[in-house]
Nanobody
């Protein structure tokens, strides 16, 4: 189906910014909804944001709305997550994923990247 590779994670101070990238490869992926999820130690996987590659519609979790921006570059087969005003509670492993339907529920996503660590210091 679609192979996904995340990059751009790292260590940042509270209030800082970071941009994550997710590069996709495969014969067909332009019609997929792309989502970002995160999982912190001791917590369940959490929806962050999603974007329709064909329609450009976006959706955000309340916890990140106004701070994070999801975008796409179809020519580069890449989806981005721009994270501003980062908080320590944003610390987590961030995953990108692909789905054929629009959803905030992680079982709806068929293909997942390996994840990239984001650590926000206080």
């Amino acid at each position: 189906q679609v192979q996904l590779v995340e990059s751009g994670g790292g260590l940042v101070q509270a209030g800082g910014s970071l941009r994550l990238s997710c590069a996709a490869s495969g014969r067909t992926f332009s019609s997929y909804t792309m989502g970002w999820f995160r999982q912190a130690p001791g917590k369940e996987r959490e929806f962050v944001a999603s974007i329709s590659w064909s329609g450009g519609n976006t959706d955000y979790a309340d916890s990140v709305k106004g701070r994070f921006t999801i975008s796409r570059d179809n020519a580069k087969s890449t989806v981005y997550l721009q994270m501003n005003s980062l908080k320590p509670e944003d610390t987590a492993v961030y995953y990108c994923a692909a789905s054929r339907i629009t959803s905030r529920w992680f079982p709806a996503y068929d293909d997942w990247g390996q994840g990239t660590q984001v650590t926000v210091s206080s």
